[in-house]
């Protein structure tokens, strides 16, 4: 009895620290492995926990004079005492993951934030707090098949998928930065090896051109926005807009020193919204942020 007690009591504080750790996350995308792992750690614990319970009963139920079996088992190796202890174990484990779900809400996909079938169809809410809170079908589905995981396949089954998640997530984000170096790759060549050479044959050297964009992020104005100014002649009321901030009063007066220094021709700074066009989006929008 003692050691039954035990075994209640740290399995509700190893279900309520796991289910706790992980609901706090509730609502916030998996960054990493380790975060992958602490999301599922509840169903973890439960699966360990219902391993636990059935060897328990198991080795209780295989001696004499131990409720719940006190005639015992004569043969606990046989192989029909071993079918049986298999296919009842898997019922058993079920049943008891069921309960220790309706306990803790600690619901498979329900913790990966993927909404299952009929997660919209609500059935009840008792406003009770857990599983019975916002009740529908797709509760009841999810929470059948999580205990069907736990008692079917056991803790080698719940960490086989919990591994198969992390490598698979592993795997998309290491095809992530490849995509992302390929793409940073691309818009260096096409910034270096047809922008800037293009801005130059319109008279504006490469020095020039990165200082221009440079201030116009630091007083936060569109290269578009420049480029409208110089169209429309209205470069001064630009400049004097610009000087209404402490960043802007920098930026205006190294803009008109760039542009009296470099005597930058407007028909070449008309052109160069013209040469972004050619640009991916993202690198023309980096370039023309504010």
């Known amino acids: ?27 916030s995308a998996v960054t990493d492995t380790d975060s992958l792992w602490t999301m599922l750690a509840p169903i973890t614990a439960i699966a360990t926990a219902t391993e636990r319970i059935l060897e328990f009963f198991w080795d209780r139920f295989e001696k004499k004079d131990i409720r719940p079996n006190k005639t015992g088992v004569s043969d606990p190796k046989s192989d029909p005492h071993v079918f ?29 934030g993927i909404d299952v079938l009929f997660a ?6 008792l406003n009770v707090g857990g599983i019975f809170d916002d009740f529908t079908i797709g509760t009841v589905i999810d929470w059948l098949m999580t205990a069907g995981i736990i008692g079917w396949g056991g803790t080698e089954l719940v960490h086989n998928l919990i591994e198969g998640l992390v490598k698979g997530r592993s795997l998309w984000k290491e095809t992530q930065q ?7 790759l691309t818009e260096t060549k096409l910034f270096h090896h047809y922008l800037l050479p293009q801005v130059e044959r319109l008279g504006i050297s490469r020095e020039a051109f990165l200082q221009m964009i440079s201030w116009l992020r630091e007083a936060g104005i569109p290269l578009d ?39 930058l021709p407007d028909s070449a700074l008309i052109e160069v919204p013209n040469l972004m066009k050619a640009l991916t989006p993202d690198l023309a929008s980096r370039l023309n942020q504010s």
């Open 178 to 184: 490849v995509r992302e170096g390929e793409r940073v």
């Open 225 to 263: 926005d420049f480029a409208g100014a110089v169209i429309g002649q209205t470069t001064d009321q630009l400049f004097e807009a610009m000087e209404a901030s402490p960043e802007g009063v920098r930026a205006a007066e190294a803009l008109r020193n760039l542009l009296e220094r470099e005597e």
């Open 1 to 27: 009895m003692k050691r039954w007690c035990w075994f209640c009591l740290e399995l509700g504080l190893m279900l309520a620290l796991s289910t706790g750790i992980a609901l706090a996350q509730d609502g």
């Open 120 to 125: 919209n169809l609500l059935l009840f809410n």
């Open 84 to 112: 049986r202890k298999k296919q009842w174990s898997h019922w058993l484990g079920m049943a008891s993951a069921f309960i220790m779900i309706g306990l803790t809400n600690a619901r498979f996909f329900r913790l990966l």
